[in-house]
């Protein structure tokens, strides 16, 4: 499932709205506009790029989340290149086992082989290649490495001008540091080297508008925690956001991470940052940035009872972790935690059950925290994220 913003235009104004996007370059590419429910309107897809606040004649509309619809000319496409690479007779034997999504990273494809069918690795990068001509290169992905969250990828086949190279890929064209845009910003990363996912822009989004509920909470710019920060996309959205973001910690166990986050913060923020990863430290007055262990800042005065808004973004250890970073709040005044967990369905109960105990001081009148399935990441195991606003708590409790 692949949620993406859409805008909702009466059908009458379709045409003046596609024009606007159009020209604003802000189409989402080979994704279809498609009716409403109510065949009232239609929904417009946006490319991950644009700006969440969008320009004069298309910010009257409203943005919904709905799952993007692909145009099937392209996939159409890919399937008759593989046949007509492999033959007809193969491609039907192996059925269900051909990648049919995969993940677009900037200039890049990412896509999971099945074993089944891994040996036609060459063919099926030809084929994707060749049926999406502004991929530059084509990795094979076998998942997620370790606790810095780092894909194993494989180059399997990549293009110069008009050619499909498949074999002995030159070094220049396997380079996987790529900027992608998203909201507006150029986020620079590398998916062998540190973690970084396009598919949480809506989750991004989503904390930028819990982010300024607080803001209107305290009537002040936030102090915003974000201890698993990877490259810093959280920090993107919420820092092109005027006067959100008053002071920021970004930190990360990754000095891989540590090092492109500098390169990003010195284009969103508009000052000097280091150019090589260095232990946190107070780049700036109101900055603190570098490597640490999230583990060690609670016990740090220095970074201790600190932060109005702390993003948790470790999903496989949240809730572990939730209560030994709950003292990085600062308890004299309403805050909010931010969190994502993977947690398999049939637990989900006892997950919330699990965030209410390790969070007892909850604002009251606020929602209490409860996990929304996200996405699936396994066939058992749900991607889920929560967020609970915190109570002022006295001396001691
Ligand atoms: C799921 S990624 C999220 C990264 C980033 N927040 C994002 O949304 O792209 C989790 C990050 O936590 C980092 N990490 C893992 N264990 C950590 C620890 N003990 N302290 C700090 N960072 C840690 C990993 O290096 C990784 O970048």
Request: glycine share 6%; net charge negative.
């Amino acid at each position: 499932m692949n949620v993406m913003r859409h805008i909702s235009v009466p059908n009458r104004q379709v045409e003046q709205a596609l024009g606007l996007i159009r020209e604003h370059d802000l189409l989402a590419p080979a994704m279809h506009v498609f009716p409403t429910e109510d065949g009232d309107s239609r929904l417009i897809p946006l490319d991950l790029g644009a700006s969440p606040s969008l320009p004069e004649g298309l910010a009257k509309f409203e943005v919904v989340e709905h799952e993007g619809k692909p145009d099937e000319r392209t996939d159409s496409d890919w399937w008759g290149y593989l046949r007509a690479l492999i033959g007809e007779d193969t491609v039907d034997q192996h059925g269900e086992a051909w990648p049919s999504s995969h993940e677009f990273f900037g200039d890049m494809m990412i896509v999971r082989l099945d074993d089944e069918v891994a040996h036609y690795s060459q063919q099926i990068a030809s084929a994707k290649l060749q049926s999406h001509p502004h991929i530059r290169l084509v990795l094979s992905d076998r998942g997620v490495l370790g606790e810095l969250r780092i894909r194993d990828l494989t180059p399997i086949g990549a293009r110069r001008g008009d050619e499909i190279i498949l074999e002995n890929i030159p070094d220049d064209l396997t380079i996987t540091r790529v900027m992608i845009r998203e909201s507006g910003r150029s986020i620079l990363c590398d998916p062998t080297r540190a973690y970084f996912s396009t598919k949480l822009q809506t989750e991004r989004l989503e904390t930028l508008a819990l982010a300024k509920e607080l803001r209107s909470l305290l009537g002040r710019p936030l102090r915003v925690c974000d201890p698993f920060c990877g490259v810093g996309p959280a920090l993107a959205t919420l820092l092109g956001e005027p006067d959100l973001v008053g002071e920021a910690l970004a930190s990360d166990l990754n000095p891989d991470a540590v090092e492109m986050l500098f390169d990003n913060l010195r284009r969103w923020d508009n000052r000097d940052y280091p150019s090589d990863s260095i232990p946190l430290s107070q780049i700036h007055p109101d900055r603190l940035v570098g490597v640490a262990d999230a583990t060690s800042l609670p016990s740090n005065p220095k970074f201790s009872g600190s932060w109005d808004l702390l993003l948790v973004n470790l999903p496989h250890r949240t809730i572990e972790l939730l209560p030994s970073l709950v003292p990085l709040l600062d308890t004299r005044f309403p805050s909010l935690i931010r969190g994502r967990v993977i947690v398999a369905e049939s637990e989900i109960a006892a997950a919330n059950a699990a965030i209410r105990s390790a969070l007892p001081n909850r604002l009251e009148g606020a929602p209490e925290p409860v996990l929304r399935i996200k996405r699936d990441y396994s066939s058992t195991l749900r991607l889920c994220s929560f967020e609970a606003w915190m109570a002022i708590t006295s001396e001691g409790e």
